[in-house]
Every structure is written in C-alpha cells, then in structure tokens.
C-alpha cells in the first residue's frame, strides 16, 4: 500500500522517510538512533506498518509477519516481539488532524500574531522561543500571554501546533481563537498546519472537534 502524500509531509517534519520496501528510515542522520523501532498507521487508506530499516534482519521479518491492523491495536504482541533485542519502553498512540481552508473572515480579532515587538511578553512565557523558527499566536492580556498556539516543530513542509492556555483564563474559547489564528498564518504562508494529540487526551480531541478539523492519520509508535 502506498503511502498517502499527506501522510509523508507529516512523516517529514519528524525527519522520517518511508522506503519503497516499507521501511522506516531517516532523513537526518544524527537522529537514526531516536527513531522508533516500528511506526504503525491508521489512515484514509487503511493501516500501514514501517519497522525501522537498521533493525536486526530476524526482528523486521518478524514484524512484517504481522498484520498491520492487529500490530496497531496489540501492543502486548509487538512489545513481545521487539522484547526478542531490547524491551519496548515506550508506547505512544494519537490521532493527528488538518485544518479546513481559513480565510480572512475566520481570523480572531482578539490574537495576535507575536513578534520581537513582544519580546518582554515572550521571554516570561518562553525564554527560549525563536520566532525566527516557528510561526506563534498569543491573547495578551494583563500585562502578559494569557493563551499561544506555538509551532513545536516547523519546516518548510508544515508545522505542528502546542498549544497552552494559562489556568486562571480557561473555558473562555481563547485555545480555539489562537490555533485558528496560527494555522491561518501558515496556510498564508503555503504550509499545512497540522494538530495532534495523544488519544487519551480528551480535552485536545474537543478542541479538534470545535475547530472542525479533519482527521487523517493516527499512529502507533513502538520505541
């Protein structure tokens, strides 16, 4: 099954790359070692399994043996199976959404786009934000950001949003206006904005659901 384009863009902004054969290789070679040892998707086109291309030969069959569905819900059986080299750690699941088209009309007047202009702000919520690298939307309010919608990774591809509003100003839409604002930006700029959260994070998949955004991808990641 080929992988969808989608699919790949996202792939990319991790530095992931996915061979012909179906292995999972990197883009950036000084982060091989990071790489999970198996990556398995839940797309549009159905499920996909990418075992790490430098795993021991035995262990990559073995892997492959199983069907992709069943490796994406049977954690026990693949932690068993990766458990034969080294034990499996860390199992991370999610769910990852598009954004719709956004226009003019759709930009929260109350977000604003930060910029150096804001560097004070800035350096109290995040001392080491490069705006020179990532595209962020902020509410200010009382003499500080109150709620941001940050790129935690971005390249020239697409970018992911963080986002994070402060206690004392939750329950107020104020996480729904800076995303919308930071996607718009990116798709101004020709990149997809993408959202992601864990599955078990009930609070992250209501603000897909508000934002109307469009699943395509959820992932099960084997380290």
């Known amino acids: 099954m080929n992988t969808p384009e989608i699919v790949q863009r996202y792939l990319a902004m991790d530095g992931l790359d996915v061979t012909t054969d179906g292995l999972l290789i990197s883009l950036d070679e000084s982060i091989t070692d990071k790489m999970p040892r198996l990556l398995v998707l ?49 199992i991370w699941t999610g769910r990852s ?32 934000l490069n705006l020179s690298q990532v595209t962020a939307c902020a509410i200010l309010a009382d003499g500080q950001i109150v709620a941001a919608c940050v790129s935690s990774r971005e390249n020239a591809i697409g970018a992911e949003a963080w986002v994070q509003t402060l206690p004392a100003y939750r329950r107020r839409g104020y996480a729904r206006q800076v995303t919308t604002a930071w996607a718009f930006h990116l798709q101004q700029e020709g990149k997809i904005p993408f959202y992601s959260h864990h599955s078990d994070n ?16 959820s992932d099960a990641v084997y380290r």
């Open 42 to 90: 839940n797309h549009e086109q159905g499920y996909s399994l990418f075992p790490r291309h430098n795993l021991p030969a035995h262990l990559r069959g073995a892997l492959m043996q199983i069907s992709p569905e069943h490796a994406f819900h049977d954690h026990e059986r693949i932690k068993a199976v990766l458990a034969a080299d080294t034990p499996c750690p860390e």
């Open 97 to 128: 959404y598009t954004f719709p088209a956004l226009r003019a009309e759709n930009y929260p007047f109350s977000v604003v786009r930060l910029s150096e202009a804001q560097r004070d702000l800035i350096v109290k919520y995040d001392p080491n």
């Open 202 to 217: 009930l609070p992250s998949h209501a603000l897909a659901q508000e934002l109307r955004l469009k699943w395509f991808l």
